[in-house]
């Protein structure tokens, strides 16, 4: 197991006491345990610090001297403030020089850990205090409790039922499953018989703590866990803020959850439809515009949800359109599935709740080290009201909840604070290193924010996560499909997604340079092949938004009518038009609704649903209806309650 660094930063501009106290904690370092593995270096100014800050992930604290300042204490204030902002992780103390030093009112605005004086050289006590600071940092509340709770070895007369694994241990069928899974996962399924870890549900122990602290790692004022992904975070947020019938704007191509957070909140939806890139089959953020005018014209909407970043890697301005909203009093929800590692990087920043969401939700899972199915919700909201968000969060996660899931959170919440800097620094760096040698082939290209952007929001101050690579094959002649078989069969290489002419490739804390070095080879070996190009292949253009006729939920209660897509002649069913679809109807990819509940049928959209069918063999469209033995599309013929467009 690799050691652990944590390394001090001492910022001064007086040499002998740089000298004199490195020397002083040298001698500290020969008496003291040092479990954290703390070391000590210096800098002489604040553009060196700020350097090393920049290059050595394994600072977690600084200590900046007050002799830096002037008479208004503005140096270091200003160091410390760009600290703060470059790595919001970082422990920040102040060595002042005199007891009524007239700087510390001005530093407390700063958050600023701790104060020494340098005139004490207490150096064995500072040592104490910083390894007392990194100890509570790296802390984690709840794994630390479920270990303890293991090693106590209680004989379990509770649930689960395998008893700790007891039941599959010895078993000739099913012992090859203990031996895969392991014995301490399965020793730590445990049940909420067991009062030491607290409650999921009714949190006031060690998962109260865990959620704590990752409010604090990332800039929360409530962080909430979630095990059933950030599909029920959505879904809770929702029932949480919105009453049936009320306003919510929202991104077409937003996750399904959120349309499914429609259904069951009641809520009337204004559906904005996003940019689209046609040449790569890429849909982009809302173009701003839309978001205002949409603001403009529906006052009375209570919450705006965005995506950012999308599954390409494109991220919102995200300030100005939040400002804008909360201008109208409208509360923001931003989901950020795939951004949930941006707080601990400065290239990927500013996250959602710096640029003023009252809520994000992160798949803490996907880019971070979380198990499957582990999120977490983030509150800024200052009218939350944390009641009703218990009694909605508890409508929807299970009462027996797996333990190791929540574990994963509070490891993942440790690990992004104490090496996150660090380890997305070299994810980062391999990210670009990759970039260019695919780019070298001549055959495969990663696309450049330019590429990507569709044209209509290309003045919207879009940005890019330079974590997902999304490559061009066009040149290559090789299929989405096909590649992904390539990849997988002969280079045991399995990628994130694909469209008709791109893959997606999604680089994370856990993507090392070995790693990098069998895909550079496999592409470079498949580029070598010359293969033909194929011909340009476009999607179908996706219809525009009709139009809702009833409220989402009203539609997708009713029982309906199942409705053949095609007349007999293979056609574009007639019957169709006009009517109300009680489905949401997504072709995958784009994964973008053609159709959602109470949406308006139109000839546009039968037709480009028979079109997808029989051109692109390779797209799934979900929510189709096969009950009868054809694909049917489920209506409601009836005239809705509270039928009126919006």
């Not at 050289?121 to 100890?135: H, K, N, S, T, V």
């Not at 009641?266 to 982009?284: H, I, K, T």
Request: glycine share 6%.
């Amino acid at each position: 197991m690799t050691p652990i660094l944590s390394r001090i930063l001492l910022v001064s501009s007086d040499p002998a006491w740089r000298q004199q106290t490195l020397a002083g904690f040298s001698q500290v370092l020969m008496r003291y345990d040092n479990p954290f593995g703390l070391t000590f270096s210096s800098e002489a100014s604040a553009q060196q610090a700020l350097h090393a800050i920049e290059q050595d992930g394994d600072i977690q604290a600084v200590l900046v001297d007050d002799s830096l300042s002037s008479s208004q204490g503005k140096n270091a204030a200003t160091l410390l403030q760009t600290l703060a902002n470059y790595r919001p992780e970082l422990s920040l103390y102040v060595l002042l020089e005199q007891e009524d030093s007239p700087h510390v009112a001005h530093f407390a605005e700063l958050g600023i850990s701790g104060y020494f004086y340098r005139a004490e050289q207490d150096y064995a006590g500072w040592f104490r205090i910083l390894q007392a600071e990194i100890a509570d940092k790296a802390a984690t509340p709840f794994f630390d409790q479920l270990k303890r709770y293991v090693a106590l070895a209680k004989d379990a007369w509770h649930t689960p039922g395998h008893s700790g694994g007891d039941s599959l241990r010895s078993s000739p069928w099913v012992g090859d499953f203990f031996d895969f899974a392991g014995e301490q996962v399965l020793r730590a399924d445990l049940s909420v018989s067991v009062p030491m870890l607290d409650s999921l549900l009714h949190p006031e122990g060690v998962i109260a703590e865990a959620q704590a602290r990752a409010a604090r790692a990332f800039g929360a004022k409530q962080t909430y866990f979630a095990t059933n992904g950030t599909s029920t975070s959505n879904k809770v947020i929702f029932q949480t803020l919105l009453s049936p019938g009320d306003i919510l704007l929202l991104d077409r191509n937003c996750h399904k959850s959120v349309h499914h957070g429609v259904i069951l909140s009641g809520a009337m939806p204004v559906y904005l439809d996003s940019s689209v890139n046609r040449r790569y089959g890429v849909f982009g953020p809302v173009p701003k515009h839309r978001i205002l005018q949409a603001m403009t014209d529906y006052p009375q909407a209570k919450v705006l949800i965005l995506t950012s970043c999308t599954y390409d890697g494109l991220r919102y301005d995200l300030k100005p359109i939040i400002a804008a909203a909360h201008e109208k009093g409208i509360k923001v929800l931003v989901d950020e599935a795939w951004y949930g590692h941006a707080r601990f990087h400065p290239a990927l920043r500013p996250t959602a709740l710096e640029c003023g969401a009252d809520y994000a939700t992160q798949s803490t899972h996907k880019v971070l080290s979380a198990f499957s199915q582990a999120s977490m919700i983030h509150v800024n909201d200052p009218d939350f009201d944390p009641h009703v968000f218990r009694e909605n969060f508890n409508m929807h996660a299970s009462t027996s909840p797996q333990y190791s899931l929540i574990a994963s959170l509070d490891v993942a919440r440790k690990q992004a604070v104490m090496e996150g800097y660090k380890l997305l620094h070299r994810t980062l760096h391999l990210a670009a290193e990759l970039r260019e040698q695919i780019n070298a082939t001549g055959v495969f290209r990663v696309l450049s924010l330019e590429e990507l952007l569709p044209e209509e929001v290309s003045a919207d101050g879009i940005l890019l996560d330079p974590c997902k690579l999304t490559l061009d094959i066009s040149d290559s002649g090789f299929s989405a499909d096909e590649l992904q078989e390539v990849l997988f069969e002969r280079f045991n290489i399995q990628i994130e997604k694909s469209t008709f002419n791109t893959v997606t490739l999604l680089l994370t804390l856990g993507t090392t340079r070995s790693k990098v070095s069998r895909l550079h080879d496999a592409i470079v070996r498949l580029a070598k092949e010359k293969r033909l190009p194929r011909p340009p292949l476009r999607l179908p253009e996706i219809p525009h938004f009709s139009r809702l006729l009833c409220l989402p939920r009203d539609a997708f209660y009713q029982r309906g009518e199942r409705v053949p897509l095609c007349d007999e002649n293979g056609a574009p069913n007639p019957a169709l038009v006009g009517q109300i679809a009680c489905d949401q109807i997504v072709p995958y990819p784009p994964g973008i609704p053609v159709l959602v509940p109470g949406q308006e049928i139109t000839a546009d959209i039968i037709a480009y649903l028979i079109r997808l069918k029989k051109a692109q063999k390779h797209i799934e469209v979900h929510g189709l209806d096969q009950t009868i033995g054809e694909e049917c599309l489920r209506i409601l013929r009836q005239k809705a309650p509270n039928q009126a467009a919006i």
